[in-house]
């Protein structure tokens, strides 16, 4: 369509999310101050300048009164973003519950809690119902902000249910779904009580859409072995409807990474840093402090390196950043305190008077100091034990074009399909040929660690994020025009 002075009209699209880009934080009966998180989803859309993004999700705070509902939704409307209100006990059942107990670490290969087996089932039936009952009042609040033409584009394994609310709203809305985890094995995914119901609220969408290949044929096999549909090469077909199934490897704004090492708050940062670590090699993990990141088998696999390599004890550092996250939930916890206590144990056991050898924090870094972070680190390890993609390996790979670090990859991580030559494949449960890997990355040739990180450079620098968000709405866009065609003839 075109506007009226011949320019493009550019399309609307509605980013449907649990999380917005903006958090709240509540200074008033009536007055937020807003804190905008610039994820990769973000800066994949600010990017594209085809779209004019609306960003739908819950406001990540317990807002019950009518006045701070209504003062919030007009603050977040100066950002382009429309609040879904969340009661405190559906955040406990569908976010903590449902979405970070059950499906999340399910969908990394860790398997149903099976502690006690009554209470669960009792639990996970009203965590279910929660979720269903989330995706209903996200689906409400979109229904009440479609515009004929949108493209509505959803994400992730919190909001499997939407394609099916909305497309009972409006057959004729185009409905996209992408998620940003693995999809599981059938084998894992037929665990699930609600295995049937959830492939069935996603196949409602037009498109769905995963980080690899591999995750798209585990959810076509899921559909075709579970549900008795028959899979095609375009996706699953039910009855003659179609819903298109593909993969989209996300990336990351590598400009933006490369353009920050240029200013000088970050060169001030690099400068710093490699004076305090000087005469050491730097190693660096960045994850959220999720089970799946794979964080205490790193740290032993450290340990067994500085056990069996006493030479390198003084002139190695490595630099844990783990970013609290999901702190409500038990299995968190659980792990922050087994985090720290072996980081404890291994700073006790191989640290002086005036260096260890684990620098561990609980938080996030700024920009800029990540990004100097980045550039001065020798070997990055992003051993998770599953990951939908990662997207540190790439951020460090943008980071990297004078040092030409080695980046140490899980074999479990969607980015090892896509930086797999470039980078040091493992196996991150295997803690011995880990630490014989943290050598070899140490001990590696300055022309090895030229190609590989070309390799790994060239890559990152042309699959960007901008990309990735243009090929999967127009792909969605053409899907449903196909579909229009076929249902035509
Ligand atoms: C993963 C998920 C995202 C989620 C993010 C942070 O990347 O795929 O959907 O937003 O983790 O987790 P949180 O629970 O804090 O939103």
Redesign the pocket.
């Known amino acids: 369509s075109e506007r009226l002075d011949g320019r493009p009209q550019k399309q609307r699209l509605l980013v449907v999310?649990?999380?917005l880009p903006v958090s709240a934080v509540r200074k008033g009966k009536d007055s937020w101050a807003l804190e905008v998180s610039v994820g990769g989803l973000v800066r994949a859309l600010l990017g594209v300048n085809e779209f004019e993004a609306n960003w739908i999700g819950w406001a990540g705070v317990n807002v019950p009164d009518e006045i701070g509902q209504r003062s919030l939704t007009e603050a977040l409307a100066e950002k382009r973003c429309i609040p879904v209100f969340l009661d405190q006990e559906t955040v406990h059942q569908y976010y903590n519950g449902y979405c970070?107990n059950i499906l999340w670490p399910l969908f990394h290969y860790l398997p149903l809690p099976q502690e006690d087996r009554l209470a669960t089932t009792r639990s996970f039936q009203s965590q279910f119902a929660a979720y269903k009952k989330a995706n209903q009042m996200f689906a409400d609040v979109i229904n009440e902000h479609y515009q004929e033409g949108d493209v509505v584009w959803c994400h992730?394994y919190h909001l499997m249910f939407l394609p099916k609310c909305l497309k009972e709203y409006n057959s004729k809305m185009k409905v996209g779904w992408f998620l940003?985890?693995p999809f599981p094995s059938s084998e894992i995914h037929r665990t699930l009580p609600s295995r049937s119901e959830l492939l069935r609220a996603v196949l409602a969408a037009d498109l769905v859409g995963f980080h690899t290949y591999d995750y798209a044929r585990h959810f076509v096999s899921a559909c075709t072995r579970i549900l008795g549909l028959e899979g095609t090469p375009e996706g699953v077909e039910d009855q003659g409807k179609l819903t298109r199934v593909a993969a989209f490897p996300i990336g990351i704004d590598s400009d933006r990474f490369i353009r920050a090492l240029e200013l000088s708050p970050v060169k001030y940062h690099i400068k710093e840093l490699q004076e305090r670590f000087a005469g050491r090699k730097v190693m660096l993990g960045i994850d959220?402090l999720d089970m799946i990141k794979g964080i205490p088998q790193r740290i032993l696999a450290f340990e067994k390196f500085l056990e069996e390599n006493p030479d390198w004890r003084d002139k190695v550092v490595l630099l844990q950043i783990a970013v609290p996250?999901?702190t409500d939930v038990p299995e968190y916890q659980k792990l922050t305190c087994q985090v720290h206590e072996i980081v404890g144990r291994i700073n006790g056991r191989f640290g002086t008077l005036t260096a260890v050898p684990i620098h561990h924090l609980d938080r996030s870094l700024d920009f800029h100091a990540l990004c100097a972070i980045y550039a001065v680190t020798d070997v990055a390890l992003v051993t998770s034990l599953r990951d939908?993609m990662n997207l540190v390996s790439y951020e460090f790979v943008a980071c990297q074009a004078s040092k030409k670090g080695v980046l140490i990859l899980s074999e479990f991580a969607g980015a090892a399909q896509s930086l797999g030559a470039g980078a040091i494949l493992v196996n991150p449960w295997n803690v011995t040929e880990l630490a014989s890997s943290i050598v070899y990355a140490l001990t590696m040739s300055a022309h090895e660690r030229e190609k590989r990180h070309h390799h790994n450079f060239m890559h990152v620098t042309t699959h960007t994020s901008q990309e990735w968000a243009e090929t999967f709405v127009s792909e969605l866009n053409d899907t449903v025009v196909e579909a229009q065609l076929r249902t035509r003839q």
């Open positions: 999310a649990n999380r970070n992730d940003h985890t959220r996250t999901r939908g």
